[in-house]
């Protein structure tokens, strides 16, 4: 697993990148703001907004020409935040909300559940659901216009999405252009996974412990491979989080870490990812994320391969040369015939990684691209100089990594926080316990790679405050680590759960792999993986400066890189 992933330690609250938090957002808000930029993003890049343009806008979100002026205002100072276009409910007087939280929620889900539904249902339903339910939590029942004012709030393309269709819904929805046309770098990256055709070894005993997954991204302007993510975890919204971090971010640290004097001068936000319909690149943390930092997805269409032509060619050409490595096991059963992948296999998965990044960085960035008839990192260069594309920046990596990592919503308790059985605790919380509402739930965004500390968001100041372990002596655990856990508790008939038994089971567990006379496969692998994540954090950050070699002007003496365009 590669540093970009990392979160350096800390002790100290973290900035937010946002002045809201994305999941304290209802979804109608969260639509809204969506739909809002949609409008504006045309009239973002001009220097003076004329009036005739705003209240061309105005007319497509139903204001004033005025608000589209605070809009692109609020927008710009936020540095590119969507929850800057979020609505922002004014007071009843005296700092007080005029609707309770728990109103405001009973309406959301009267909504949803009882009037946007095929059968089309009369706004009345909803009405009557939200007062039976408002009486019955003992809370005022709101008035029929603050209801039909909150379904205002709704994207009309949501409405007609679920009552009568995703097809009746086509003109509304925002037509971004072509999927493969870019213009300049970054204006597209697309990202996929793929199984790798080789047989890794654990760290210490060099046997076989099976085939990673990669996550790579490209871009398509340039053909230049962005950021990767190499892990022997399944594909999952972490990991694709990680290769989107790993992206963005700039890479000299993460070359030196791995002792590879080269060049892979890009980082950046990208403007628009495509990917498929997997699930992880459906997860919440990954689309609000996304919208969050203004990153557009684009997921391609079931039965279109003609849409992911690119990434698939730079997996198989990848490919091609991992079938070159010990313990290849090539593309098909009938390829690799009698050759023995397992006995053959040498690489672990921390050398595969430096492989793959010297592969990268001295050979397909550097080979002439038969596609674009030149070398994809002179073509990036040249794209940033000659077409003056700006690309924008992360100033805060630990922020923007955890923007999308998994979220969960837990009520604060006098011990502080309990997750899966695991409590977390600071001083730093003893002020928000004083002042805690029973009925409040935090935001709380959690590492399935280190599950030793949590990030929860200040209900007030929007920052990230790190929590750690209650009991600080408890050892690192990843996710994957803590289900395993609760599969043998449960296998043991075991049902009431607790910190200290699974703890203790974690230490049995450890301990019966480290003891093995004979490791399986299986039983290597688990303890690879947890070396693996361990190792995210004991790395050491490594000075930022790197001298890099240039690319060489002359290409005409550069040997192509095999292949690389060829269509099967």
């Known amino acids: 697993m590669e540093s970009t992933g990392e979160i350096p330690d800390g002790d100290q609250p ?3 990148t946002f002045d809201s938090d994305t999941a304290t957002l209802s979804e109608e808000v969260w639509a809204l703001a969506r739909d809002r930029y949609h409008v ?3 009239l973002l890049g001009m220097a003076s907004l004329p009036v005739k343009d705003a209240q061309t806008a105005a007319r497509k979100l139903g204001c004033s020409w005025r608000t589209i002026y605070r809009l692109v205002t609020r927008y710009r100072e936020s540095g590119g935040l969507l929850s800057s276009l979020a609505e922002r409910y004014p007071s009843g007087g005296k700092g007080k909300p005029r609707l309770s939280p728990d109103a405001d929620r009973i309406i959301s889900e009267a909504l949803r559940k009882h009037y946007l539904k095929k059968q089309k249902p009369n706004l009345q339903v909803a009405v009557t659901e939200v007062r039976r339910r408002c009486v019955e939590a003992g809370i005022s029942v709101p008035a029929r216009n603050t209801i039909r004012n909150r379904l205002a709030l709704l994207s009309q393309r949501e409405i007609i999405t679920k009552r009568e269709g995703t097809e009746a819904a086509r003109p509304f929805t925002p037509n971004h252009g072509p999927y493969l046309n870019a213009t300049r770098p970054l204006e597209l990256i697309m990202m996929d996974h793929t199984l790798v055709d080789i047989i890794i070894v654990d760290e210490k005993e060099r046997q076989s412990i099976g085939r990673p997954w990669l996550t790579v991204a490209i871009d398509v302007f340039s053909r230049c491979i962005v950021g990767f993510c190499l892990s022997l975890d399944a594909p999952s919204a972490v990991s694709v989080g990680l290769c989107l971090t790993h992206a963005a971010l700039e890479k000299e640290d993460f070359l030196q870490r791995l002792g590879i004097d080269g060049l892979w001068p890009i980082s950046g936000k990208p403007e628009a990812i495509q990917v498929d319909c997997a699930p992880e690149f459906k997860s919440e943390a990954l689309t609000r994320g996304c919208e969050q930092h203004g990153i557009r997805i684009q997921w391609r269409r079931v039965g279109a391969p003609n849409l992911n032509g690119i990434i698939e060619r730079l997996i198989g050409t ?12 090539f593309s098909n059963i009938r390829e690799r015939g009698k050759y023995d992948s397992d006995a053959k296999a040498t690489l672990t998965l921390a050398e595969l990684e430096k492989w793959l990044t010297l592969c990268i960085v001295g050979r397909y960035h550097l080979d002439v691209h038969d596609g674009i008839t030149e070398p994809p990192l002179a073509r990036y260069r040249r794209g940033i100089s000659e077409l003056k594309s700006t690309l924008t920046q992360i100033s805060n990596k630990r922020s923007f990594l955890i923007d999308f990592l998994p979220l969960y919503r837990r009520v604060l308790q006098r011990d502080g926080f309990v997750i899966d059985h695991i409590h977390y605790f600071s001083m730093a919380l003893s002020t928000w316990i004083a002042n805690r509402k029973p009925e409040t739930k935090f935001i709380i965004r959690r590492d399935p790679r280190d599950l030793s500390r949590i990030y929860v968001l200040h209900p007030k100041e929007k920052q990230y405050l790190e929590v750690p372990y209650r009991t600080l002596g408890r050892p690192t655990i990843t996710l994957w680590e803590h289900r395993e856990c609760m599969r043998r508790l449960q296998a ?18 450890r301990s019966l792999i480290k003891d093995s006379s004979k490791k399986t496969k299986q039983t290597r692998r688990k303890e690879a993986r947890h070396d693996a994540a361990v190792a995210i954090w004991k790395a050491d950050q490594p000075p930022t400066c790197l001298k890099s070699k240039a690319v060489p002007e002359d290409v005409s003496s550069i040997k192509p890189f095999s292949e690389i365009e060829e269509w099967t």
Not at 497 to 508: P, R, S
Request: aromatic share 2%; glycine share 6%; hydrophobic share 40%.
């Open 14 to 16: 973290l900035p937010s």
């Open 40 to 42: 504006i993003e045309p």
């Open 318 to 329: 990848l490919m091609k040369e991992v079938h070159a490595l010990p313990g290849t096991t």
């Open 492 to 509: 043991r008939g075991i049902r009431e759960v607790d910190e200290i038994v699974l703890f203790k089971t974690l230490d049995e567990m």
